[in-house]
């Protein structure tokens, strides 16, 4: 991935949202450059192949794919950084795995006034479509 340290490097990338767990596991696989078919596949593929790998899975919610998720936490070589709803039935199972928790809803992962700075240096068209912090 271009000039990032192979430590850093995000090998694949799949938006859960909209798409079947088929399709999601299909473009894991093709990703990663493996064969894979089934989840099981999958994860039968990356357990024989050590390589540390880095997968990102957002928009996480569904049951099948929380069960995907639960597979890939296991083998110990895989960096998952997943995105779940709050207080989504996802969420909930997975924060019982042990892992790092950065939920953007806490306040110590804000700093308004960096973001104030950011919203007086940007153009207007961005503007109109800027997120904005809760009060």
Do not use: K
């Not at 999958?42 to 919610?61: K, M, Q």
């Not at 997943?82 to 207080?87: D, P």
Request: aromatic share 4%; net charge negative; charged share 20%.
């Amino acid at each position: 991935m271009g000039g990032n340290p192979v430590e850093r490097a995000v090998h694949a990338v799949v938006p859960f949202a909209g798409q079947s767990l088929h399709g999601n596991v299909w473009s894991l696989a093709d990703q990663l450059g493996v064969v894979a078919r089934s989840a099981d596949e999958l994860i039968e593929a990356l357990g024989s192949n050590a390589r540390r790998t880095v997968i990102v899975l957002p928009d996480v919610h569904s049951g099948s794919v929380v069960d995907l998720v639960l597979d890939l936490v296991r083998l110990p070589h895989l960096r998952l950084i997943v995105e779940s709803r709050t207080a989504s039935p996802a969420h909930q199972v997975l924060g019982r795995v042990e892992c790092a928790e950065l939920d953007l809803d806490h306040d110590q992962w804000r700093d308004q006034q960096r973001y104030e700075q950011w919203l007086a240096s940007t153009p207007e068209p961005v503007l109109a479509a800027a997120p904005r912090f809760a009060d």
